[in-house]
């Protein structure tokens, strides 16, 4: 490591000087206005005034994005965009500080793996982004970074406290030594519910840590660590009569979950000349979960690792007098996976993914740009000890591409044209559970995407997205496939039509306003289900809010969400009737008293009228969002 901190220092300048901020929204730098996609953009000011409690709230009220989340538990959220019902947690990618989260099997990535208290930035791109983020970037990214822009020493103290017996607190502290050129930040989460439900609560422990070594020549390395230890109660699903007239019933009173993990990662960007850089990345992570279900008499250990790497090269020198960004990369990743039941067999699961990448941006003039780029992708997966499967082992080659135009006619506004050629592999229990012990194929597809953005006279923001998907060889859990189901290859396209746009006003100190639309139609191209609707998928999701301030001092806010009707997951023929639509109204109140610096309050109120909805529901089985709750938030900084 000696040797790697003399060859950036040699390369360095007299002067030290950092890199102007600027708003990047991809693995590369990339600056939001030159993306083909839709991005937004949430910085650390934006999201501490959105009184967001926790990353999936902010996904769910600010992006309008839709959060499946089982009992309540912010641990058992996943992520659903672009008209995905089941599983959509696999077609969006999220990653924090470098780190992919998906996992190789079937569980949703851990979004309170990532303290919404300590985060400086939430980017998040609509749509396919298979070049630079490879398996499973279908229906888009969520990228999340602690990295702070400046050298500024400060500590934060929050507490919360609220309904259901929830309480927790944050401690955060950032800064650095500009003289030396030293970031560093740390932060230790705690939460604990006894939940909505009987037989649901949870606590968590969460722990990030980093620091970075600026160079006078724009070069860095940093190096980041995370732990979570965790515990939730699974009260389970209810039937349709238990979820109208005892929504807060537990089914399974003895099913639990206990889990830790732990991660290290190392980021660097080397200066190699003036117009060209040199990027690694790399990261080892360890999970452990213990899934007591009584209700089903297992009792199963499971162990996951994951090692990847993953060097970049960027040359930005022009090309004959046109601006020109190339990049060329390659990711390697490593993810192990093991079952111990109890009084069983082991079982053992590994996949090794390959890809070499690259992308140009070829700046016609400075409004005009073109986006290409191509991706292969070997992803080799590997079963041991599994009883039941006619093959072990598979090797796929997956080629992806892009081809976008970007157009910016006039400053802060920007248009786009894009293609996507894209896929994904299937979890490794999808694998191993299929009717006839064959492996799944790979899941394959094309969009396009239409769209604008346009912030304009200092406090107007407006986006508007459109787009159509097709896929091939969907991969679903299909209930009627006896005996007991199984997960299958859709024999049929599936298509997907929809449009996202919003439009927001916010003037400092005074009032502001903002409201986001999402329409989708997801639907069976052919086949046995030909002209069916996709299950688990709304058509219709709007969200408003409004809010205005008194004296300077408080703000007080409103909220509106409405998220239209849907089929139950798994009935793909639409013959059990719909999940009822539901609106939702939430109400805040936002202190920051002048006469005390540093001190901020608010009381936030979810679901005002205790609506009894359903965001999480399937054929026969039902689990209730939680009703009206509350929570009151004091944080100090200094």
Not at 39 to 67: N, W, Y
Not at 129 to 140: E, R
Not at 198 to 210: C, E, F, I, K, P
Not at 421 to 440: I, K, M, N, P, V
Request: net charge negative; proline share 3%; with cysteine.
């Amino acid at each position: 490591m000696t040797t790697l901190f003399a060859a950036v220092a040699a390369v360095t300048n007299a002067v030290a000087e950092l890199p102007p901020v600027t708003i990047y929204a991809s693995r590369i730098d990339d600056a939001k206005d030159s993306i083909p996609a839709s991005v937004s953009v949430f910085t650390a000011e934006e999201i501490e005034a959105s009184g967001a409690r926790d990353l999936p709230e902010l996904l769910k009220k600010k992006a309008g994005i839709d959060i499946h989340s089982m009992n309540g538990n912010p641990m058992l959220t996943s992520v659903a965009m672009r008209g995905f019902g089941d599983n959509a947690f696999g077609r969006t990618k999220v990653v924090f500080n470098g780190e992919e989260l998906n996992n190789v099997d079937m569980n949703a990535p851990n979004l309170t793996r990532i303290p919404l208290g300590s985060v400086e930035r939430v980017e998040i791109i609509r749509g396919p982004s298979p070049v630079l983020y490879g398996d499973g970037a279908v229906a888009g990214v969520v990228n999340v970074t602690t990295d702070a822009h400046d050298y500024e020493r400060r500590t934060k103290i929050t507490g919360r406290a609220g309904s259901q017996s929830t309480f927790g607190g944050n401690v955060q502290t950032k800064g650095g030594f500009e003289e030396e050129g030293v970031q560093y930040g740390a932060s230790y989460d705690y939460l604990r519910s006894d939940g909505y439900r009987d037989r649901s609560a949870y606590d968590m422990h969460t722990a990030n840590a980093g620091v970075r070594k600026n160079f006078d020549n724009g070069s860095t390395i940093g190096f980041k660590a995370n732990y979570q230890n965790a515990f939730y109660e699974l009260p389970g699903s209810l039937t349709y009569d238990q979820w109208k007239h005892a929504r807060k019933t537990a089914n399974n009173h003895d099913d639990w979950t206990r889990a830790w993990s732990y991660g290290v990662g190392i980021d660097s960007k080397l200066k190699i000349a003036d117009d060209q850089w040199l990027r690694i990345d790399g990261i080892f992570s360890h999970q452990y979960r213990r899934a007591k279900m009584a209700a089903w008499g297992t009792d199963t250990e499971y162990g996951y690792y994951s090692y990847a790497l993953s060097p970049r090269y960027v040359n930005e020198k022009d090309i004959f007098g046109f601006g020109s960004k190339f990049t060329v990369g390659f990711d390697f990743r490593f993810d192990g996976y093991g079952e111990n039941p109890r009084g069983g067999s082991k079982r053992h699961f590994s996949r090794d993914r390959y890809a070499a990448f690259a992308q140009e941006e070829f700046y016609v003039t400075e409004e005009l740009s073109v986006v290409a780029g191509a991706r292969v992708e070997r992803i080799g997966n590997r079963w041991v000890h599994y009883r039941g499967l006619q093959e072990s082992r598979s090797h796929d080659w997956m080629g992806d591409y892009e081809l976008g135009l970007v157009f910016r006619p006039v400053e802060g506004l920007k248009t786009y044209i894009k293609g996507t050629r894209f896929h994904r592999s299937a979890f490794c229990d999808e694998l191993s559970y299929t009717q006839d012990g064959q492996f799944l194929e790979p899941e394959t597809g094309g969009s396009l995407d239409v769209g604008a953005e346009w912030e304009f006279l200092d406090e107007f923001r407006f986006d508007v997205n459109g787009y159509g998907m097709v896929m091939e060889d969907e991969i679903f859990f299909d209930p009627v496939l006896l005996p007991y189901g199984y997960n299958c290859n859709s024999p049929a396209k599936t298509r997907r039509v929809g449009m996202d746009t919003g439009f927001s006003w916010m003037r400092d100190k005074v009032a502001e306003a903002s409201v986001r639309y999402g329409i989708v139609h997801a639907d069976f191209g052919s086949g046995t289900y030909h002209g069916c609707d996709v299950p688990y998928v709304p058509n219709h999701r709007i969200r408003l809010e409004g809010g205005f301030w008194i004296l300077g001092e408080v703000e007080l806010k409103g909220g509106y969400t409405f998220v239209g009707s849907q089929y139950l997951s798994g009935d793909f023929a639409n013959q059990s009737g719909k999940l009822p639509s539901y609106s939702l109204f939430d109400i805040g109140v936002y202190y920051e008293p002048s006469w005390a610096e540093g001190w901020k309050a608010s009381f936030v109120v979810d679901n005002l009228f205790d609506r009894n909805y359903c965001d999480y529901a399937g054929v026969g089985y039902y689990y209730p969002a939680c009703g009206r709750s509350f929570m009151f938030t004091l944080s100090y900084e200094f």
